[in-house]
């Protein structure tokens, strides 16, 4: 045997090795302590039973929200300023700010140009002295563009309270998301979670023998804890007293920090945020404040220095997720987006059974009926046909395994479609195989020449299938990705197995012995 040969045959005794190892946890449960592997294939809500919600994201309603923030906030600064504003009040998408002095319009646009700079002047033919200002193309952009996956955010933080097992959360289209709960059979309790609005507090910690213990904290203050497992959660004693809630913020982005310090996330006040946050901060040099978001603090970094410019910075040692998480959190706070229910649906969990006990059903059928027919029509041929085809089911349910994709009823429809386009591989290799013979050459000419006619043929054929999928699985949704995922999946181990595998044990065969006659 050559040590390219044996190299191959190592390499699918390894991959399939590996594939019993993580099916092992779907088959045998529990499984045994010793297992190197805990997750099972995640079945999807069609065959394990739960709720379907359907929620809308009032992506507009979110921008009328900070337009309405600025015109309150703007009135306080003209105030605070002796500018002389009559009015600033929104109308429409616009905020309109009318002057008792003419001659203040000029102080505007400073006081503008300093505290508010995503608020743009549009023309004006009213009154000459009025002002009509209107929110930055580009920061109504970023609000649509981030309010989805604030609202994403919201709602996991709720499901993880709910202690829904592999729950499913994502967006659909540019204003929608679908939040699946396996299991769960009383979706009113869910939608009240869901529905709550996040609140985002920031809080000092407690100090000194006045703050106490976590089992016996001290007057005003309050026991919190820190995102975790429940056993490893940090308890954190805290004012119950909030300085400043999450509606003041208008932005959190990441950014990289020091070699020490890991990731940073800087963070945006609005004109009423940053006063306060000023002063805040003023008066609470070198003590921890605490940012926390649905009773869980998030941080609780230091105040190093008073911050009375609108903007902070939060470091932590954090990696980049972290950051990235701490700064969708503070997004989170700074703009709400109502949800609209649009849709509800139940699934039972004898419902769910049926389901795969019909898709089961089919999945044996039609394999039972592809088998059978190459072992009658191609015989020896067949049998190392099926071989690969049983292998390839057998690395395609292990690939579901190892990456966690969920397993639905479409999918079984993409294993069963992919079983037929595995075997219409090995039919064009067993077939070109078949005329080789038939013009008088070597089982082993013929063995190779059939293998490279039949090549191109099922190159062509799988890539542009393979692109078909991949097509379904970026404009499609939920059960439209679901067979999507299988059928591209399923075409890489098909080639695997159908194609390089099969070659693998005929190599294997001519390299024992001197074949004569190749059975197809």
């Given at each position: 045997?050559?040590r390219?040969?044996?190299?191959?045959?190592?390499?699918?005794v390894?991959?399939?090795?590996?594939?019993?190892?993580?099916?092992?946890?779907?088959?045998?449960?529990?499984?045994?302590?010793?297992?190197?592997?805990?997750?099972?294939?995640?079945?999807?809500?069609?065959?394990q039973?739960?709720?379907?919600?359907?929620?809308?994201?009032?992506?507009?309603?979110?921008?009328?929200?900070t337009?309405?923030?600025?015109?309150?906030?703007?009135?306080?600064?003209?105030?605070?300023?002796?500018?002389?504003?009559?009015?600033a009040?929104?109308?429409?998408?616009?905020?309109?700010?009318?002057?008792?002095?003419?001659?203040?319009?000029?102080?505007?646009?400073?006081?503008?140009?300093?505290?508010f700079?995503?608020?743009?002047?549009?023309?004006?033919?009213?009154?000459?002295?009025?002002?009509?200002?209107?929110?930055?193309?580009?920061?109504?952009?970023?609000?649509?563009?981030?309010?989805?996956?604030?609202?994403?955010?919201?709602?996991?933080?709720?499901?993880?309270q709910?202690?829904?097992?592999?729950?499913?959360?994502?967006?659909?289209?540019?204003?929608?998301?679908?939040?699946?709960?396996?299991?769960?059979?009383?979706?009113q309790?869910?939608?009240?979670?869901?529905?709550?609005?996040?609140?985002?507090?920031?809080?000092?910690?407690?100090?000194?023998?006045?703050?106490?213990?976590?089992?016996?904290?001290?007057?005003?203050?309050?026991?919190?804890?820190?995102?975790?497992?429940?056993?490893?959660?940090?308890?954190?004693?805290?004012?119950?007293?909030?300085?400043?809630?999450?509606?003041?913020?208008?932005?959190?982005?990441?950014?990289?920090?020091?070699?020490?310090?890991?990731?940073?996330?800087?963070?945006?006040?609005?004109?009423?945020?940053?006063?306060?946050?000023?002063?805040?901060?003023?008066?609470?040099?070198?003590?921890?404040?605490?940012?926390?978001?649905?009773?869980?603090?998030?941080?609780?970094?230091?105040?190093?220095?008073?911050?009375?410019?609108?903007?902070?910075?939060?470091?932590?040692?954090?990696?980049?997720?972290?950051?990235?998480?701490?700064?969708?959190?503070?997004?989170?706070?700074?703009?709400?987006?109502?949800?609209?229910?649009?849709?509800?649906?139940?699934?039972?969990?004898?419902?769910?059974?049926?389901?795969i006990?019909?898709?089961?059903?089919?999945?044996?059928?039609?394999?039972?009926?592809?088998?059978?027919?190459?072992?009658?029509?191609?015989?020896?041929?067949?049998?190392?046909?099926?071989?690969?085809?049983?292998?390839?089911?057998?690395?395609?349910?292990?690939?579901?395994?190892?990456?966690?994709?969920?397993?639905?009823?479409?999918?079984?429809?993409?294993?069963?479609?992919?079983?037929?386009?595995?075997?219409?591989?090995?039919?064009?290799?067993?077939?070109?195989?078949?005329?080789?013979?038939?013009?008088?050459?070597?089982?082993?000419?013929?063995?190779?020449?059939?293998?490279?006619?039949?090549?191109n043929?099922?190159?062509?054929?799988?890539?542009?299938?393979?692109?078909?999928?991949?097509?379904?699985?970026?404009?499609?949704?939920?059960?439209?990705?679901?067979f999507?995922?299988t059928?591209?999946?399923?075409?890489?181990?098909?080639?695997?197995?159908?194609?390089?595998?099969?070659?693998?044990?005929?190599?294997?065969?001519?390299?024992?012995?001197?074949?004569?006659?190749?059975?197809?």
């Open positions: 045997m050559s390219t040969i044996l190299y191959r045959v190592l390499l699918f390894v991959l399939t090795a590996a594939a019993v190892v993580f099916l092992v946890p779907t088959f045998v449960r529990p499984s045994p302590a010793f297992w190197p592997w805990r997750q099972p294939v995640r079945l999807g809500l069609d065959l039973g739960g709720t379907h919600l359907l929620y809308g994201v009032d992506i507009e309603q979110a921008i009328d929200s337009i309405d923030r600025h015109a309150q906030d703007l009135g306080r600064e003209l105030h605070d300023a002796q500018i002389g504003a009559v009015t009040e929104r109308e429409g998408r616009t905020i309109r700010v009318r002057l008792a002095n003419k001659e203040k319009r000029q102080e505007v646009l400073d006081l503008l140009k300093e505290r700079p995503t608020l743009t002047v549009v023309p004006n033919q009213d009154v000459e002295a009025d002002l009509a200002l209107a929110l930055d193309q580009r920061d109504a952009q970023r609000i649509r563009d981030n309010v989805v996956d604030q609202a994403l955010k919201i709602i996991r933080n709720r499901i993880d709910f202690g829904v097992a592999e729950p499913t959360v994502q967006a659909q289209g540019t204003d929608e998301i679908v939040v699946q709960l396996p299991g769960i059979q009383d979706p309790r869910a939608k009240e979670l869901i529905g709550k609005t996040a609140l985002l507090e920031f809080k000092l910690l407690a100090t000194g023998p006045q703050a106490g213990t976590p089992e016996h904290p001290g007057p005003g203050v309050q026991v919190l804890y820190g995102k975790g497992d429940a056993g490893g959660r940090r308890a954190y004693l805290v004012e119950r007293r909030t300085l400043m809630t999450g509606d003041v913020l208008t932005d959190a982005s990441v950014r990289p920090g020091t070699a020490t310090e890991g990731m940073a996330v800087d963070f945006v006040l609005d004109a009423r945020g940053g006063k306060l946050f000023g002063e805040i901060s003023s008066a609470n040099v070198g003590r921890n404040l605490a940012i926390v978001l649905d009773n869980y603090v998030e941080s609780a970094p230091t105040i190093r220095e008073p911050i009375t410019g609108g903007r902070g910075q939060i470091t932590g040692r954090f990696d980049f997720a972290e950051a990235q998480d701490l700064a969708n959190v503070l997004r989170n706070g700074a703009l709400p987006a109502p949800l609209k229910l649009i849709e509800e649906r139940t699934v039972g969990p004898s419902l769910g059974q049926d389901s006990r019909k898709g089961v059903l089919s999945f044996v059928v039609g394999s039972a009926l592809v088998v059978a027919f190459m072992l009658v029509y191609y015989r020896g041929g067949g049998v190392i046909a099926d071989a690969a085809l049983l292998l390839n089911i057998l690395f395609l349910v292990g690939a579901f395994a190892a990456f966690g994709f969920t397993l639905s009823l479409p999918g079984i429809a993409g294993i069963v479609l992919t079983i037929g386009m595995a075997v219409d591989a090995n039919v064009l290799i067993l077939e070109r195989i078949r005329e080789e013979l038939r013009l008088g050459k070597t089982p082993r000419a013929a063995i190779d020449t059939g293998y490279e006619r039949a090549w043929a099922i190159r062509d054929s799988n890539v542009t299938t393979f692109c078909s999928g991949l097509i379904l699985f970026q404009f499609g949704t939920g059960p439209v990705r679901g999507a995922v059928l591209c999946l399923g075409i890489l181990t098909s080639l695997l197995t159908g194609v390089f595998g099969t070659r693998v044990v005929y190599d294997l065969l001519v390299s024992r012995r001197r074949l004569t006659t190749v059975s197809v």
